[in-house]
């Protein structure tokens, strides 16, 4: 559109907030913030002058004499800079640009959102606004830029359609000196595009890593948008052609459906797989469902996970989603794995309180004295080091709690020839590898849910518990009823160690079968 002067255009920053997102995770500045930040997490600057000028309430973060001038703001220290509609007002715009660009970090960005001269009246004519400076087009920053120091120009674009009159740019600092225009490759991939969302935890970023081959065979060009935990898990996944990260609650919650309708739109297909299956996918509407009877649960819950996302994401289910390690990963892991015995990684807790299994050092100890080739993994973050007291003297026990990387913890499960635990990131890294066995204690979810299509799994359920399964997700034991002596939720307490072990043994007979041949 062209600027009019009889049609009031609000918030500026409003206009391109969805479309900066991947550029202004971290810490960041909002220059000329005005009465509104662009994003709560943002730093709002401002000079207040529209205070005087047109009577605008604001509260800034950091109030400065000229938003050209950050002596307030130490050389990169910043992720990012965000203005918009301000540089027409500065004088000296290049000196403006050279000071905003010192506060940044390399590989932060600076996100320039300006009036186009060719669809906003031009200084001195009729509707122009009184203290602009400058008319810009985009060769104006670029010239500028020029003379800066390395970067990689990611967007440039005119934005003249609905209540824009604008043009936006993001500059990527480089530390090699490098000066690239890269904003041409991200316009159009030469293919359909799709766009697959998923936050939440390990498992459930595996889960929707599912469906990505599929999509692939379709021949599409596939996003993955998630949180940088979600990109660690597939960041090598071959089926991926890029990333979209944006950070935990960047997007306020209240404000996520807005940024997904608009987003939508750039995709030829848009797969929203976010938050849990539990949570929202299933359980309609939301999180009421925590409530409902017993049996509308499982009338309405009981549905396969990689179904479901795969009928979400329009292809047909494939039982060949996988964990994708490095080559130094694998190297590493084989460093551990000895190839002579049988090899259990045994994943010690989920995500809760209410995955904890009582009776581990129980199965543990069997597979010990059962197995004379065995060797045990104890794997988990560093809170379930407590778990792995008592077998610090014992050679055939590794105990990795704290000491790895969820990645290279993925890899050794990989490479193990069973893998035992609760419902966990680990047990989803190798649902559908041939040659390692699971044993799954399942807490909230049922074998319908969970492990239907497992490879070579061996689902333990709870038995004689009423209120398995109870298909929610809960972190700690508010929905859980809890056994007195062990504070464990009774759905793993009903897991008798046994069979637990037997589920083992039956694996270690076919191990000694494959070794045979």
């Not at 130490?74 to 000196?95: G, K, M, N, R, T």
């Not at 990260?245 to 997904?260: A, E, K, R, S, T």
């Not at 925590?290 to 479901?308: D, I, T």
């Not at 497992?454 to 399964?469: A, Q, T």
Request: net charge negative; charged share 25%; proline share 5%.
């Amino acid at each position: 559109m062209t600027w009019k002067i009889d049609d009031p255009q609000g918030n500026e920053a409003a206009k391109v907030r969805w479309d900066i997102v991947q550029y202004t995770r971290g810490q960041g500045l909002d220059l000329g913030c005005g009465p509104h930040k662009a994003f709560p997490h943002f730093t709002g600057v401002d000079n207040l002058k529209d205070v005087g000028l047109f009577g605008i309430e604001m509260t800034p973060d950091k109030v400065v004499e000229s938003c050209e001038n950050l002596v307030e703001f130490e050389d990169v220290s910043q992720d990012f800079v965000f203005s918009s509609h301000l540089l027409e007002h500065i004088e000296d715009y290049p000196a403006a640009l050279k000071e905003w660009w010192r506060v940044i970090r390399p590989g932060g960005y600076l996100v320039l959102y300006l009036p186009h001269k060719n669809l906003y009246p031009n200084v001195g004519t009729p509707g122009a606004n009184p203290d602009h400076k400058h008319d810009f087009e985009p060769r104006m920053i670029k010239d500028v830029m020029h003379g800066m120091g390395g970067w990689s120009l990611l967007v440039n674009e005119v934005r003249d359609e609905g209540a824009e009159y604008s043009f936006l740019q993001v500059w990527e600092k480089r530390s090699d000196g490098q000066q690239i225009n890269r904003w041409m490759s991200y316009k159009n991939p030469g293919r359909k595009r799709a766009c697959v969302v998923r936050y939440g935890g390990f498992g459930d970023m595996l889960q929707a890593a599912g469906v990505l081959p599929a999509l692939k065979a379709q021949g599409f060009h596939i996003t993955v948008m998630t949180t940088p935990r979600g990109a660690n898990i597939i960041e090598s996944d071959p089926n991926v052609d890029e990333f979209f990260i944006q950070d935990d609650n960047q997007v306020p919650n209240h404000l996520l459906g807005d940024f997904w309708e608009h987003m939508a739109k750039k995709f030829d297909r848009f797969v929203n797989l976010s938050e849990s299956i539990e949570g929202t996918l299933l359980a309609l509407p939301g999180r009421a469902n925590h409530q409902w009877p017993q049996a509308v649960r499982h009338r309405q819950m009981n549905l396969n996970y990689h179904e479901w996302t795969a009928d979400l994401a329009g292809v047909q289910f494939r039982p060949d989603g996988k964990f994708y390690p490095t080559a130094e990963e694998r190297n590493k892991a084989k460093e551990l794995i000895d190839r002579q015995c049988f090899n259990v990684v045994y994943a010690l807790s989920g995500s809760s309180q209410h995955k904890f299994y009582a009776g581990q050092d129980a199965v543990i100890a069997r597979l010990l004295l059962e197995i004379p080739e065995v060797k045990i993994y104890l794997t988990g973050d560093e809170a379930c080091c407590l778990l792995e007291q008592g077998w610090e003297n014992e050679p055939r026990v590794s105990l990795l709690a704290g000491k790895q990387s969820i990645r290279e913890t993925l890899t050794l499960a990989q490479m193990a020839d069973v893998v035992m635990g609760p419902e966990t990131g680990v047990l989803n890294a190798v649902a559908f590898e041939p040659t390692v066995a699971k044993v799954c204690l399942l807490s909230h979810s049922s074998v319908e849910n969970l492990t239907k299509h497992w490879i070579n799994s061996y689902p333990m359920e709870p038995v004689g518990i009423d209120c398995y399964p109870c298909h929610r997700l809960h972190y700690g034991m508010r929905h859980c009823r809890e056994h007195m002596e062990t504070g464990t939720a009774m759905c793993q307490m009903s897991i008798d160690p046994e069979r637990v072990v037997a589920a083992a043994l039956s694996a270690y007979e076919n191990w000694k079968d494959a070794v045979k041949q």
